[in-house]
């Protein structure tokens, strides 16, 4: 947690510092923390890989804190963008492929959509 809190303070506008803070708050409970670091991780994206997993835990942190409507929307396009992977239209790293598809499962579970 602190190492990723680190990170994001010595570069606040690298996307994937966002996200990976945001997800370690996300796995400590702090879903509001979380909430706020993905919306940025996600402003300042353009890597899709990053925006498939912000997306998904944005919306599993937005469910939890009881925010249905948003997290439906993030889920949405975290899904659309998995489906890309499926699709073979995106052909990430392996590891990138397991990290989107598992995020994907968690989600589902989460919500109820699985």
Known sequence: MEI???????????????FVCG???????????????????ISTSNDRNCLRLSYLYHAMACWELGQFDEAKA??????????????NVDRPFQHDKVYALLALEEAEVLMGLK
């Open 4 to 18: 990723a809190r680190l990170a994001y303070k010595l570069n606040p506008t690298q996307a994937w510092n966002g």
């Open 74 to 87: 993030s889920f949405k396009k975290g899904k659309d963008l998995c489906d890309l992977i499926v699709k």
């Open 23 to 41: 997800m370690a708050e996300y796995r400590h409970q702090n879903h509001k923390e979380a909430v706020q670091l993905l919306i940025e991780a």
